[in-house]
């Protein structure tokens, strides 16, 4: 069973920035098909963040676009999510999920659909207030 592990998560004022990392746990590959940062508010469903597969292409919910940016280091086997000008409608638990065989443009609606990617991280807490 591969882990992930997430960590970069903290409470922060509107306006600033947060880095989300995502390590495959040693003694697991890093060779997925694609990974993803997914969310979740109270009350609210799981929403898909940002996607990356393996030839390094992206995609991003609309409401990220041009303040975060997925990223990872191959030789780190880590997962990034750098957050900028992050709003209150930001605030969530963070997950990060990988898959074997889901390509990442369909990664995002897969798993809104109620389909489960191959492995999930255990979140990490993001909170944006004044």
């Known amino acids: 069973q591969v882990q992930l592990v997430e960590s970069g998560g903290g409470s922060v004022q509107p306006g600033g920035s947060l880095t989300l990392s995502c390590v495959v746990a040693?003694?697991?590959?890093?060779?997925?098909?694609?990974m993803g940062w997914f969310r979740q508010a109270p009350g609210k469903e799981r929403e898909g963040v940002a996607t990356?597969?393996?030839?390094?292409?992206?995609d991003y919910l609309e409401a990220v676009k041009g303040r975060f940016t997925i990223f990872e280091d191959n030789a780190k086997k880590t997962l990034y999510l750098e957050m900028n000008s992050l709003k209150p409608e930001d605030s969530g638990l963070y997950y990060c999920?990988?898959?074997?065989?889901?390509?990442?443009?369909?990664?995002?609606?897969?798993?809104?659909?109620?389909?489960?990617?191959?492995?999930w991280g255990q979140g990490t807490q993001v909170t944006v207030s004044s």
């Open positions: 040693s003694g697991y590959s890093f060779n997925f098909k694609s």
């Open positions: 999920a990988a898959d074997a065989d889901v390509p990442a443009q369909a990664l995002i609606p897969w798993v809104e659909s109620g389909r489960q990617p191959d492995y």
């Open positions: 990356i597969d393996n030839d390094g292409r992206t």
